[in-house]
């Protein structure tokens, strides 16, 4: 299983097809807008948009209701690719969502694909926000739990989800991630659950970098556990098992006296999943401890 690293398309071409669906309204620009304090926000993603998205397929995604001529084929849209690469992804493996099997999945030709996506790391990108996307995380004029710690936790729930039902995301390094509503949905929603302790700019956004590192590591991890016993037909406990004479043979209680003690206490009988709550939780006691007095 070959790792892949999303943000490695063409960033103008990929910020307009990853925004397709969520241009900014023609609003006057205010002071406080860092778009406007940049001054690129027009030039490079949203003032494009719209004639990048019709170059690349994306446009179409508007005109699927118009009268098309009797026994005409539907067009396809970038939703459709994208769907049906996280389709085949979750189905058969990341390598399955090539350019190839995606066009065989779609009934087209392969370089029709190119009309919509203009190549495999411009189609990553989209998958992984869409999926990200997809988490149920309560925006900003959603109802959502009083306390901090149980926004958290939506969190928590909600990007482990999505990791076990689509098992390929493990497979993708997000050093560099795509830059789309997914990914900002999550760091702002994060944020503003850390938001509300009193802490300082610097703080708040550190511990929402340190939750997001936690549990997305976390989730990426239990993700690829599960991978690997699909795709090599073998238990994690089995593949243990099979080195079992680690510990009769070649295991040292002398120079490994931690280990030993914990052994003799029956300190290794916690799961995972205990290991996550107690990591999660212990990180949540940790900032609460830094609200101001």
Do not use: C
Request: no cysteine.
């Amino acid at each position: 299983m070959s790792e892949r690293r999303s943000g490695q398309g063409q960033p103008d071409k990929t910020l307009a097809l990853l925004w397709r669906n969520h241009r900014r309204p023609a609003a006057e620009p205010t002071a406080n807008d860092p778009a406007s304090q940049r001054g690129t926000g027009q030039q490079h993603g949203t003032g494009q948009q719209h004639g990048a998205s019709e170059q690349h397929g994306a446009g179409q995604t508007h005109g699927a209701g118009q009268r098309r001529g009797a026994g005409r084929r539907p067009s396809l849209n970038v939703d459709d690719v994208v769907q049906a690469g996280i389709r085949l992804a979750d189905q058969q493996g990341l390598a399955a969502a090539s350019m190839g099997g995606l066009a065989k999945e779609l009934g087209v030709g392969t370089m029709t694909l190119y009309t919509y996506v203009p190549s495999k790391d411009e189609l990553l990108d989209l998958m992984v926000d869409q999926v990200l996307v997809e988490r149920e995380l309560p925006g900003p004029d959603t109802a959502r739990p009083e306390d901090w710690r149980e926004q958290v936790e939506i969190y928590s729930q909600q990007t482990r989800a999505m990791f076990q039902q689509h098992l390929w995301l493990s497979q993708v390094s997000t050093i560099r991630p795509p830059v789309g509503p997914g990914m900002l949905a999550g760091r702002e929603y994060l944020l503003s659950a850390v938001l509300g302790l009193g802490l300082s700019a610097t703080e708040t956004n550190t511990a929402a970098l340190a939750i997001t590192t936690y549990v997305d590591s976390a989730a990426h991890l239990e993700a690829e556990s599960r991978l690997v016993e699909r795709t090599t037909g073998q238990t994690n406990d089995a593949w243990w098992f099979e080195r079992n004479d680690l510990w009769e043979t070649y295991f040292d209680v002398d120079r490994h006296p931690a280990m030993t003690a914990i052994w003799h206490a029956k300190g290794y009988e916690s799961t995972a999943a205990d290991s996550y709550r107690y990591g999660l939780d212990r990180l949540l006691d940790g900032i609460e401890a830094m609200k101001p007095l």
